[in-house]
């Protein structure tokens, strides 16, 4: 076969494919174009819907990625490749993918359920898996935490699906679980009166909700006491230390000792 041969078989080929190719280039701008305006329109229509941006972000990515796979089945569709055989293959690689990731796939259906039953949402302080963090992001596999230290925390969304989550945000009050002690020889009731005074004097624990001084237990060293107090979810640490340190100052300002060695135990919580 000599040079012009392969010529005209080329020019033949262009001739039978070029318009399908043109075409199927033309489909796949338009398609992209179309998908763009969808989505834009989709995105609108969420935000007129108040949807939470956790959800938007999820929802976005799983229409754009259905709508391209759409196009490109379109565009070999045009271009001539049977699609029976190319779905064939595709289920054939879709079942082999699906078998190495079945975490991945279990991650992908807990993102899911996150997004139906929404246990929390961007901004909210939650402890799940072990770890305690203000929701950063929530993506189709992972849920991303920023961390009380400023660490970022990568959970996988199968198992905090799965397992206990506490959101200490939802309810938008929270109590402040803090435990003193004072001597056997002190008089409990002036040890009350100094913890409600100090408790009344933070500017922002709730006066709405009554707070609690209540003796716990009578520890070997120590009569202690649970001191309760109400505050918003972003005044926790505020209230929480703030009350820890003038507690102190106003238990030696009435002359209230304090077992030392200290004994006391304060209960640590997120």
Known sequence: MNTQDWIDKGYDLLISIGPKLIAAF??????????????????????????????????????????????????????????????????????????????????????????????????????????????????????????LSNKEIILPNGNLSNGTIVNYTSEGTRRVDLIFGIGYDEDIKKAKEVFMSVIKAHPKVLTSITPTVDVMELADSSVNFAVRPWCKTEDYWDVYFGITENTKIALDEAGIEIPYPHQVEIKKEA
């Open 26 to 147: 033309l489909i796949w701008l338009i398609g992209n174009f179309v998908i763009k305006v969808l989505l834009k329109g989709v995105k609108r229509l969420m935000n007129k819907s108040n949807y939470d941006d956790s959800l938007q972000k999820f929802l976005i990515n799983l229409i754009r990625w259905g709508l391209k796979v759409i196009l490109i089945v379109i565009v070999l569709t045009t271009v001539g490749i049977a699609t029976t055989s190319f779905a064939a293959i595709l289920a054939s690689i879709g079942l082999a993918i699906g078998l190495a990731l079945q975490g991945s796939l279990g991650n992908f259906a807990g993102g899911v359920l996150i997004m139906i039953f929404k246990p929390f949402k961007i901004g909210d302080l939650i402890e799940a898996q072990g770890e305690i963090g203000v929701v950063k992001e929530i993506e189709i596999f992972t849920t991303k935490l920023t961390g």
